[in-house]
Every structure is written in C-alpha cells, then in structure tokens.
C-alpha cells in the first residue's frame, strides 16, 4: 500500500502568510495527487487535483505543485477563511490513500 | 441543486449489519464513479470502496474487504454500502463522495463533491 505523510501535522500562521504544506508517498504516484480543505463539522471540499490543477471555484491564492513522490500545497496568502485542516489524496492506485491532514492554526 | 445526502447511520452491536444509501441529486449519476469514505478523530480521512459507473467494478480497502459491499442503483441516483460483521473499528463518520470521473483512476480529477456524512457508532 501506498503511504501518504503530510508535514507538518500542525502550522501556526498570521493573515497574509505564504504558507507551504508537504505530502511525501511512499512510492511514485505519478502526478495523481488531489488536495482538500476541511473545516470543522464540514466534509472535505477539493482545491486541487492531478497535483497542479485548481479545481473550478477555488482562489487562486491556492497552488499545488510536484510529481513522483513529493508534493507540495502553497497557499501564497493565507486570509481568514483558509484556517482549516488540509489532506493530501493519491490515487495512483485505486486504494487511495489520505495523508493524515495538516491543521492550519492562527499565531 | 447538485448534492449527495446520506443517510442509514446508526447505533448497532458488532457482529450486526447496517446498510448507508447516498442519494445523489443535480448531476447525472450514471456518469460518475463514486466512492465511500469514513472518517474517525484517530485515523483521519480512510477511503473505503469505489465503484465504476456502470456499477461493475468495485474495489474496497483490506479492512473492509469480504464484510463490505459497495453498489449502486442508477435509476434511482441512489449509491449504497451495506456493511456485514461490524466491528468497534468500523465506527466512523461516513461520506460519500462523487469522482470527477467514471471511477477509473487515471481519469479521476479527485473527489469534487462530498455528502455531509452519517456517523456509525459499533458497540455492544
């Protein structure tokens, strides 16, 4: 199976903040990688799939980038509305796997 | 509007069963892989089973496999998990969620909308 390990497991940022997210696989997983937001009491929503590619109706601030096994979600000024937790997906395989999220906190 | 709602969560003794249905509506379901995700505080986010649109291929993660059975009716827009031999780790918070694609991975754009989840509680 495909192992999916996101850092950091927690990031203290301010507003304004460029603030970067790494997800590592345990083996190349191409570039089929999606990124998701979660909010408390909410279910996931998509910001980007296929590593790079911004799902329609996400902010431009959010950008994904990287291939093979290191990945890598920028968000390049955090506002009000990104303080969430953030997971890593693959699906080079059709177990796909989650990274084990990244909370993004207020300094 | 475009939405999933599940529903079918419960309070049930290991051993038992208990079957989710997700309805779909908004889309055309018939064209969309969809897949079933359960999520615990412990574990996070722990994908579960997939199945293809046409409803003829499907895959479950180890855990699940042989207990689990992901299907779908597509003249109702309706998905389903039943799920046999509960356990105390099957206990979660379960979604579901449409493929941006048919099902098949490579033509996956990642899981573009969820349904707002129904929590299931194994215990004696």
């Known amino acids: 199976d495909i192992q999916m390990t996101q850092s950091p497991s927690t990031l203290s940022a301010s507003v304004g903040d460029r603030v970067t997210i790494t997800c590592r696989a345990s083996?190349?997983?191409?570039?089929?990688l999606a990124w998701y937001q979660q909010k408390p009491g909410k279910a996931p929503t998509l910001l980007i799939y296929?590593?790079?590619n911004l799902q329609s109706g996400v902010p431009s601030r959010f950008s994904g980038s990287g291939s093979g096994t290191e990945f890598t979600l920028t968000i390049s000024s955090l506002q009000p509305d990104d303080f969430a937790t953030y997971y890593c997906?693959?699906?080079?395989?059709?177990?796909?796997?989650f990274g084990q999220g990244t909370k993004v906190d207020i300094k | 509007q475009v939405q999933l709602v599940e529903s079918g969560g419960g309070v049930v003794q290991p051993g038992k069963s208990l079957r989710l249905s997700c309805a779909a509506s908004?889309?055309?379901?018939?064209?969309?892989?969809m897949h079933w995700v359960r999520q615990t505080p412990d574990k996070g986010l722990e994908w579960v089973a997939v199945?293809?649109?046409?409803?003829?291929?499907?895959f479950y993660t180890d855990s699940v496999k042989g207990r689990f059975n992901i299907s779908r009716d597509n003249s109702k827009n309706t998905l389903y998990l039943q799920m046999d031999s509960l356990r105390a780790e099957d206990t979660a918070l379960y979604y579901c969620?449409?493929?941006?694609?048919?099902?098949?991975?490579?033509?996956?754009?990642?899981?573009?909308?969820w349904g707002q989840g129904t929590p299931v509680t194994v215990s004696s």
């Open positions: 083996q190349s997983i191409n570039k089929w």
């Open positions: 199945i293809y649109f046409d409803g003829i291929h499907k």
């Open positions: 908004g889309f055309t379901f018939s064209r969309s892989g």
């Open positions: 969620a449409r493929d941006g694609g048919p099902g098949r991975r490579y033509d996956s754009t990642g899981f573009d909308l």
């Open positions: 296929k590593a790079s």
């Open positions: 997906q693959q699906y080079n395989t059709y177990f796909r796997t």
